[in-house]
């Protein structure tokens, strides 16, 4: 969608070459730090049209000079502008400790904070009043304790949430849809119909988050990051598994999503 990412990636130096040849075809610029350790191996089974993931544990090491590097790459990454993301899954080793002042360096600079984390990380990156986060439902709901369903009532968790410093919640409803509770409001968009036979819905809050993402980036306002992340998503459904979708597939659907306003 235009954006430049540039991709902080732990991983086993081994990895270097074919992290290039992956992130290099779709022009993502990325810093490796090595660690000890594999990463994680994601194993997508297909069959009649389900889906069932396998996830094996995220086995790695961090050493003093491990942890230096990535923080010097955080609050490099901090320094400029933009956004600094803290997404998928921070890897077990890695202390509470260790992550709060990860945090604390990625919300520093001239860079906006946004957070994608679950749990603990998730509760721990709220004190840092992030710029947005991205909750699913089940997320959701484990933050706040809410089991709220109406659009209204949800909006009302998000923003006692924002209340503790975060300023904007973009909470994924799944089929539902999408709704983002800011500053300028509340907004929903109801997901746009599927042009394939089986969906695939491994991807979709990642590619929700970074379209919104790069629209705010790239001067949009929040109604029209909130449809092109849908417009996003809706792409990913139609391809198995994880990928990386192509812009050309997300523009033509952004004008056909519907975003309107949430009435308390």
Known sequence: ??????????????WRPRLREFLGEYGVRFTVLPVAGEGRTCTVLREHGRETVINTDLAMGFTPRHLTALASAVRRAAARDGFVVFAGSLPPSLTMRQARALYALGARGHARLALDQTGGRLREGIRHRPWVIKPNLAEFRALTGTRATSLTDLASAAHAVRRAGVGRVLLSLGARGCLLCGPTGDWFAPPLAVRTAFPSPIGCGDALFGAFLTTIARGGDEPAALAAGVAAATANLAHPGACLIAAAEVRPLIPRVEVRRVEA
Request: charge should be positive; hydrophobic fraction near 70%; glycine fraction near 8%.
């Open 1 to 14: 969608l235009g954006a430049a990412p540039r991709a902080i990636v732990l991983a086993p130096a081994a």
